[in-house]
T-cell receptor
């Protein structure tokens, strides 16, 4: 079965520091990978997606992620954290592009230290 | 731009009662998905509809049912509510092979 694992349920970084949120997937076929952000009491917003085109994907709010098949990873990064980045981040996977029944990771809560 | 609309945003019910959640997808989106997110949990897929037909089914209890109507809105019906049903219920919609789900802001169900 398809799955994603997010390492670290809580990550804290200082404002202006690098943000790195880890996601590894389990698959025997090419996956389609997504990062979503959830602000308190709000829905999920798509940050970026990998759909087998470029391996380095740029998303909104300065985030990007790199698909590394050899490492089965799709880590999310941002060069400089902003206070407004504080939120819950979910990595998600599907193997059936066009039927976007996503399987989510357990989420990483990002805290920004002033 | 129009987003996915869910109602009600908040709902409080007693055990063994029933509840109905509604979802209005983005115009021209033909697929609707329902997810359940328990406290501190990741969203779990419940069920999806494509062109008014059930397209996939996840971990949806037998006490729950859902349908998509001719105007593409969807309703999730929950009966014999249990304390464990307290969660945030998300609806999402998509249009064709875009690889993207658009989520509503969720309906928070509290069962007392």
């Amino acid at each position: 079965a398809q799955s994603v694992t997010q390492l670290g349920s809580h990550v804290s970084v200082s404002e202006g520091a690098l943000v790195l949120l880890r996601c590894n997937y389990s698959s025997s076929v090419p996956p389609y990978l997504f990062w979503y952000v959830q602000y308190p009491n709000q829905g999920l917003q798509l940050l970026l997606k990998y759909t087998s085109a470029a391996t380095l994907v740029k998303g909104i709010n300065g985030f990007e992620a790199e698909f590394k098949k050899s490492e089965t990873s799709f880590h999310l990064t941002k060069p400089s954290a902003h206070m407004s980045d504080a939120a819950e981040y979910f990595c998600a996977v599907t193997f059936n592009f066009g039927n976007e029944k996503l399987t989510f990771g357990t989420g990483t809560r990002l805290t920004i230290i002033p | 731009a129009a987003g996915v609309i869910q109602s009600p945003r908040h709902l409080i019910k007693e055990k063994r009662e029933t509840a109905t959640l509604k979802c209005y997808p983005i115009p021209r989106h033909d697929t609707v998905y329902w997810y359940q997110q328990g406290p501190g949990q990741d969203p779990q897929f419940l069920i999806s509809f494509y062109e008014k037909m059930q397209s996939d089914k996840g971990s949806i209890p037998d006490r729950f049912s859902a349908q998509q109507f001719s105007d593409y809105h969807s309703e999730l019906n929950m009966s014999s509510l249990e304390l464990g049903d307290s969660a945030l219920y998300f609806c999402a919609s998509s249009a064709g092979n875009t690889g993207e789900l658009f989520f509503g802001e969720g309906s928070r169900l509290t069962v007392l």
